[in-house]
């Protein structure tokens, strides 16, 4: 918990009351201070962006000619840096599971490669008939969107926040910081996630279970 070193006279956090009810009771127990509740704040603020990098907007009119729920979403945020083999392992586990995928793959976020040329010829004729891999994109409208099935998260708090609130299942791979938390309680308290290991044979089954199956929606064991 937060320990401030002055006693504050208020909380303000971007969070939903229900999600974190009894956190927030604590923290008022504790302080005995009011806490506010504005979130989620990127349905109220909706001109801000938390990025700066430009939004291939493009994808939209790929995901409108998409099933419902029939596109895995796949994003691990602005800071994040992978590993050739980590990225790999994602690239053959998409390919894998046969269903159709939007991945955001940042300029630079794959070590030594300035964008997808880590990916082997043939992995990428597996894939571009079945997805689009894109620099970035307009992440609040993609979840929104009735395509997209499942979000493939590094669980960040803005992105949790987002995936929440339009109630799509996630694939939770947190790095570091708040992350952590956040996917346990994806996973074990809200029960909207699964953790997924990045094994190609895992992120398949991983993928499957939240577009196919659809236990994404109150199961919470881990892939």
Same mark, same amino acid.
């Given at each position: 918990?937060?320990?401030?070193?002055? *006693?504050? /006279?208020?909380?303000?956090?971007?969070? =939903? @009351? !229900? $999600?974190? %009810?009894?956190?927030?009771?604590? #923290?008022?127990?504790?302080?005995?201070?009011?806490?506010?509740?504005?979130?989620?704040?990127?349905?109220?603020?909706?001109?801000?962006?938390?990025?700066?990098?430009?939004?291939?907007?493009?994808?939209?009119?790929?995901?409108?000619?998409?099933?419902?729920?029939?596109?895995?979403?796949?994003?691990?945020?602005?800071?994040?840096?992978?590993?050739?083999?980590?990225?790999?392992?994602?690239?053959?586990?998409?390919?894998?599971?046969?269903?159709?995928?939007?991945?955001?793959?940042? *300029?630079? /976020?794959?070590?030594?490669?300035?964008? =997808? @040329? !880590? $990916?082997? %010829?043939?992995?990428?004729?597996? #894939?571009?008939?079945?997805?689009?891999?894109?620099?970035?994109?307009?992440?609040?409208?993609?979840?929104?969107?009735?395509?997209?099935?499942?979000?493939?998260?590094?669980?960040?708090?803005?992105?949790?926040?987002?995936?929440?609130?339009?109630?799509?299942?996630?694939?939770?791979?947190?790095?570091?910081?708040?992350?952590?938390?956040?996917?346990?309680?994806?996973?074990?308290?809200?029960?909207?996630?699964?953790?997924?290991?990045?094994?190609?044979?895992?992120?398949?089954?991983?993928?499957?279970?939240?577009?196919?199956?659809?236990?994404? @929606?109150?199961?919470?064991?881990?892939?």
């Amino acid at each position: 918990m937060i320990t401030p070193k002055t *006693p504050p /006279s208020a909380f303000i956090w971007n969070t =939903i @009351e !229900f $999600l974190e %009810q009894s956190a927030l009771t604590q #923290i008022r127990n504790t302080y005995q201070v009011p806490v506010f509740t504005v979130g989620p704040l990127h349905k109220i603020v909706t001109t801000c962006s938390t990025s700066f990098l430009e939004e291939d907007t493009s994808c939209i009119s790929w995901l409108d000619k998409q099933a419902p729920k029939s596109v895995i979403y796949v994003s691990l945020g602005s800071l994040a840096k992978l590993d050739e083999k980590v990225a790999t392992e994602m690239a053959w586990g998409i390919a894998m599971s046969n269903h159709l995928f939007l991945w955001v793959v940042r *300029p630079g /976020s794959v070590r030594g490669f300035e964008w =997808i @040329e !880590f $990916l082997p %010829q043939g992995l990428v004729d597996e #894939i571009k008939e079945r997805g689009l891999i894109v620099k970035w994109a307009p992440q609040k409208l993609v979840l929104a969107h009735n395509a997209v099935g499942g979000f493939w998260t590094h669980c960040g708090w803005n992105s949790t926040m987002e995936g929440v609130s339009e109630g799509v299942p996630m694939l939770c791979q947190p790095f570091d910081v708040d992350q952590l938390l956040n996917a346990r309680y994806l996973c074990d308290v809200w029960k909207m996630g699964f953790e997924v290991v990045v094994e190609r044979g895992v992120i398949l089954h991983a993928i499957k279970r939240v577009l196919v199956d659809k236990e994404g @929606e109150g199961d919470s064991r881990k892939c």
